[in-house]
């Protein structure tokens, strides 16, 4: 169906086109239309988008405008039977050129079309040939084509392997996005997916939002694990009157053997300081030692660092060194919920598991709640996890495994440092040759660190607004225009924009539903006598 003719098309990137009167209300931020291919006879016809829309009438030009001084003069046209609102208007419409399809790709036409070239809107048939992802890999539908019934496809090897970023304003829908996308991975693939949930909204995915086997399916692969000696009644309370089951988890802990130095160091200094002296004497005392996850005991612990680091002290300074770094990791690691030092140890009566980072590689959903630690405990067991699957993938890379990473602007910040910073450069720089993917999540793109937002090679975006973040997001990431980020700006509630590599061209998509429940919520104002005092 013809829609319009081209006007003005000043490069081959994109054109602007007169809309016909006839299908104005078919023309829309995101429609996608055709033009006849100019440049390959065997190809098929050039894709392009909508990206602005504008309405245009030449009697409010300058001149005009200054006649228009009061109703009588607007009166005055229609009492000589012009209707000034439309005799006069017209619609224009910019659309960015994406190119006609050669094999999977798009390639782009290197001259703009002509003026006069008409403008088509495919049917939803065509457009579906247009684009399909037939590249025989692994396909994720992560809901349809605004405003079509066209399912929208991500490339999930692309996605994975190299790096997506989900980003909006807060409460725009990350989280359910991000839980869709898992949702898809864990059907179409057999792959680990490690989830960060700073906040425990994850767990909900435990229970399956209908009868639907999918649903059942992805809810049954859900394990959550939350940090062995932290109170999760009011967490579990709130899950339980809102699904109506218990929510299951495994308690687990950490030995601190099995830290880095530069991991203990960091919490030691955050927490309780740490002198010249201490700091010398626990690197000394750490190499040695060497890391080991190996549960021993507390006291055997502190025997073998004071062994350890004994080596290098000499005189009363140093000893008085020695004594107080011991004081502050028995102290670091008796207040730290989440470390352990002997096998069998109980919260209340729930049992306490050494993690195992190679359980969290298997086939399925692996929730880490750490919704009641400070930001530091936090970072350090981000820097911990993500430290360990790198090793370990790096030695056997024969298997994808994703990580998804809520609030990534608290575990590898822009300004400032974090504990997690490196784990996570080093994962977003070499974990595709190891198979390690990431997801990161943030409501402030510019708090990113840029050598992590930067290697998100496909990015999911909701409506933001600020624009600091949008400013951030066009000189950080690689495949975004102009034009991309003028939409994400307009997108509303349910509407996502996919761009780069996971995805032949930028993709408008309505997210589909969730078949796993969400667990985030925003809680509504009670109005007034609604609540019962006590
Ligand atoms: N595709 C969707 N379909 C239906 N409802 C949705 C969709 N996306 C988001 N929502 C609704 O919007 C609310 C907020 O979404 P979500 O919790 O994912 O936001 P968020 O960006 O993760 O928020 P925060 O910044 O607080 O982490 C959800 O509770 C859900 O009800």
Known sequence: MKVGV?????????????????????????????????????????????????RHNYLVDDRVIAQLGSEDVINTFRDYGIDIQYIAQ????????????????????????????????????????LLRLDN????????????????????ANKLVSHHCAILAATGGGKSWLAGVIVEELVLRAEIPIIIIDPHGEY????????????????????????????????LDDYFKARFSVKRKYVRFGINPRSLSLRLMEGLLDHYYGLTDAQRRILEEAWQYMGMDNELTGLDEFLNDLEKSGGRVVKGYGNELALSTLLTKVKMLIENRPFFITRPGEFYGNEPIRLLDIKDLMEYGIHVLDLSGLDLVDQQALVALILNNIFRISSMRRD????????????????VGSSLSTSALIKIAREGRKFG??????????????????????????????????????????????????????????????????????????????RLTEHGGVTPALIPRGNITRV
């Open 6 to 54: 081209v006007i003005k098309a000043q490069s081959p990137r994109a054109f602007w086109f007169r809309v016909f009167d006839n299908v104005e209300d078919r023309i829309n931020v995101g429609t996608f239309v055709t033009l006849d291919n100019y440049e390959s006879r065997v190809n098929g016809p050039i894709l392009a988008r909508v990206t602005r829309v504008i």
């Open 90 to 129: 017209s619609t224009l419409a910019r659309a960015s050129i994406i190119g006609y399809r050669v094999g999977t790709r798009f390639s782009k036409p290197l001259k703009p079309p002509k003026p006069m070239d008409f403008v088509y809107l495919p049917t939803e048939g065509e457009l579906s040939k």
């Open 136 to 155: 025989g890999g692994v396909r994720l539908v992560i809901g349809s084509v605004r405003s079509l019934s066209i399912p929208a496809e991500l490339d």
């Open 203 to 234: 767990s909900a995915m435990q229970v399956p939002k209908s009868s639907v086997d999918d649903a059942k399916y992805v809810a049954s692969l859900v394990k959550v694990y939350v940090p062995g000696k932290v109170d999760t009644t009011s």
């Open 399 to 414: 298997r994808l495994v994703f990580i998804v990473v809520e609030e990534a602007h608290n575990y590898a910040p822009s």
């Open 436 to 513: 390690v993917g990431l997801c990161i999540i943030s409501q402030r793109p510019s708090k990113v660190h840029p050598d992590v937002l930067s290697q998100c090679l496909t990015q999911v975006f909701k409506r933001i607004i600020n624009p600091v973040d949008l400013r951030y997001v066009r000189n950080v990431v690689e495949f975004i225009s102009d034009e991309d980020l003028w939409e994400v700006r307009v997108l509303n509630e349910d509407d996502a924009l996919v761009t780069g590599l996971a995805v032949p061209m930028p993709l408008p998509v309505k997210v589909r539903d």
